[in-house]
């Protein structure tokens, strides 16, 4: 299974962009998957996950502005940033997490998100 991140690029801060994460196989194979990022110098964060049938979950920076789905038609998972900020400026990351029959967890390439002050 591959995963493949786009969508990322230069906006300026309060504007907004949606990241995609496509799988190339069913995303009903995967239990949880999620949105990381890095920032030039910081360690790689969690920023939002959900678990197959459930909810998302956000980092406390991204609250209230970004939002996680999956269209499991399309296999591919989304991340909807709005007002962003110049500190959302990172590397993103998607990150698939399949239990059974073994563990095993999938990252994608990184899309590089800029946010202009």
């Known amino acids: 299974v591959q995963l493949q991140a786009s969508g990322g690029g230069l906006v300026q801060a309060g504007g907004s962009l949606r990241l995609s994460c496509a799988a190339s196989g069913s995303i009903f194979s995967f239990n949880a998957m999620g949105w990381y990022r890095q920032a030039p110098g910081k360690q790689r964060e969690s920023v939002a996950s959900?678990?197959?049938?459930?909810?998302?979950n956000y980092a406390d920076s991204v609250k209230g502005r970004f939002t996680v789905s999956i269209d499991s038609a399309k296999n591919t998972m989304y991340l909807q940033m709005n007002s962003l900020k110049p500190e959302d400026t990172a590397v993103y990351f998607c990150?698939?997490?399949?239990?059974?029959?073994?563990?095993?967890?999938?990252w994608g390439q990184g899309t590089l998100v800029t946010v202009s002050s």
């Open positions: 959900i678990a197959r049938g459930g909810t998302g």
């Open positions: 990150n698939a997490l399949q239990y059974a029959p073994e563990f095993k967890t999938y």
